[in-house]
């Protein structure tokens, strides 16, 4: 499944998601994570789940990614793009909008 495309997807993926599996799990298990998004319909909000899911693509290798993965991957790119411009003014760090970042993989005051 590799193209010029899916290369595109994964390079963007892997910039926009600066969370390891292990801290957006943990940022997942918060009540701020569980606070915040559009209800699925179970409860669960469509970010929280997309960062389940991320969890899961960040743990394979890339040549086990399939195409639902690269789907999703570009799901996000898209999410995190569109979200950071809708950058609210002043100190972010305890609002909606970053809690919503983070259950998609960005931490905005994150270096790396």
């Not at 040549?63 to 995190?80: C, E, P, R, W």
């Amino acid at each position: 499944m590799e193209n010029d495309e899916t290369q595109e997807i994964y390079a963007d993926f892997k910039k926009n998601v600066n969370m390891s599996p292990s801290k957006l799990e943990k940022w997942l298990d918060t009540e701020q994570s569980k606070s915040v998004g559009w209800d699925s319909g179970d409860g669960e909000s469509i970010g929280h789940k997309s960062g389940e899911k991320i969890i899961r693509i960040l743990q394979k290798k890339k040549a086990d990614l399939t195409t639902s993965d690269f789907k999703h991957m570009q799901k996000v790119n898209g999410y995190i793009k569109r979200h950071l411009a809708q950058r609210p003014d002043g100190d972010v760090s305890e609002t909606n909008w970053n809690y919503s970042l983070k259950n998609w993989g960005h931490d905005y005051h994150s270096k790396g």
